[in-house]
Every structure is written in structure tokens, then in C-alpha cells.
């Protein structure tokens, strides 16, 4: 049982990850005009998957993305401002991750001490 949820749990996170979705749907999914979209990879705000051919493949995530910075340049924060944000959001999460393991660690050493 336990194997099923761990798969279903991989699916989903590759659902998300999968660069999938050409440059129209992104466009049209996200809100934005394709040409945006070009601008914001050349300005490496998001990095979309890419095709053997070089055709842009944009993910579930990366969509989630171009939301956000749509949020952040409507606040009125410029691009250099967007990738220093999307930067620090992104060691944020990989920090918490970090911190999770250590306290799963820290637990496993407390259980084995109390033994």
C-alpha cells in the first residue's frame, strides 16, 4: 500500500516538473503573450525545458512561476528585483527541506538514545 502512495506521490511531482506544454498554452495558461515569455527566459526568470529541436517546454511549476513574477512586476518591481526574489525564495525552500531532514535526523538519534 504503501508503495502505491510513494508512486502516486512521484507522479504527481513529475505532473509537475514535466516541461510539457509548448509556448501558446504556457502563454495562454500564465496569462502572458508568448514574446513575454521569451523575454523572461533571455532574462532568465524562468528556464523552461527544451526540446532537441530548442523549442521551449514549460512545466506546471514554470507556469506557477510566470504567475508570480506577473504579481511581482504589477507591484511594480523590476527584473533584476524578480530574479534576486525568485533566488532567495528558491534557497528559502531548499533551506526548509534541509531543516526537515536534520529534524528527522535529530529525531531517529533521540529515539535511539531513549532505547
Not at 507522479?11 to 514535466?18: M, S
Not at 496569462?31 to 523549442?55: A, F, K
Not at 504567475?67 to 525564495?89: A, S, Y
Request: hydrophobic share 40%; aromatic share 2%; glycine share 6%.
Amino acid at each position: 500500500m504503501s508503495e502505491g502512495k510513494d508512486l502516486e506521490k512521484k507522479i504527481n511531482e513529475l505532473d509537475e516538473e514535466a516541461a510539457v506544454y509548448v509556448i501558446s498554452v504556457a502563454a495562454e495558461l500564465s496569462g502572458l503573450h508568448p514574446q513575454t515569455l521569451r523575454q523572461y527566459d533571455r532574462l532568465g526568470l524562468v528556464s523552461p525545458g527544451r526540446t532537441s529541436g530548442r523549442n521551449r517546454r514549460y512545466s506546471l511549476r514554470d507556469i506557477a512561476l510566470l504567475r508570480n513574477v506577473t504579481k511581482l512586476v504589477d507591484e511594480g518591481i523590476n527584473h533584476v528585483g524578480i530574479k534576486r526574489i525568485i533566488e532567495l525564495e528558491s534557497a528559502m525552500a531548499n533551506l526548509s527541506i534541509e531543516v526537515a531532514k536534520l529534524r528527522i535526523e535529530v529525531d531517529e538519534l533521540m529515539k535511539k538514545e531513549n532505547k
